[in-house]
């Protein structure tokens, strides 16, 4: 058996090991909190979200029109890289990028664990009082409790078939 690691430790461990391995044994963000949030628009990120980040900057951006959206560095990172080929493809859609980016926010938890969600981007998505954070994960979706109620009772559809080859 020893010869048999060796091989694989020369062969080497898939680039995303390291970083599944920092947010804990199931490798991303699952799971929900309702965490209140204060008076200046700080929510504290739940201990499940932060293990292990050492302090680490995510970025806050709205994506989706009910939901804003934590990137960790390096999932942003590659979202960049995408967002950068995107646009050498299609250079007409600049400004919708620009709209996109000129609302994200590069947050960085304090030592409570708390973000600071900007006012712009609470009242995007009406974030009042509390705040429901979602894993989603390689991650974290951020949202208005009534918000994802009201979208949850009106239902995603069967996601049978999905389940069926997701799970199976």
Partial sequence: MG???EKWETV???????TRAKRGAVGGYLGSHLNQM???????LPAA?????DGASFVLIQVHPDALTLYPIETWEDVEKRMRDHLRRAPQRRLEFLALTSRA???T???QGRILISERLRSAIELHGEALLIGALDKIEIWSPAKFEEIV??????LGDVAGRLFA
């Fill in 49 to 53: 979200f932060r293990k292990n980040s």
């Fill in 105 to 107: 926010q590069e947050v």
């Fill in 12 to 18: 080497g461990i898939s680039h995303s090991l390291p």
């Fill in 109 to 111: 938890p304090d030592k």
């Fill in 3 to 5: 010869a048999s690691g």
């Fill in 38 to 44: 204060d008076e200046k628009g700080r929510v504290t």
């Fill in 153 to 158: 009772e009106d239902g995603p559809g069967d």
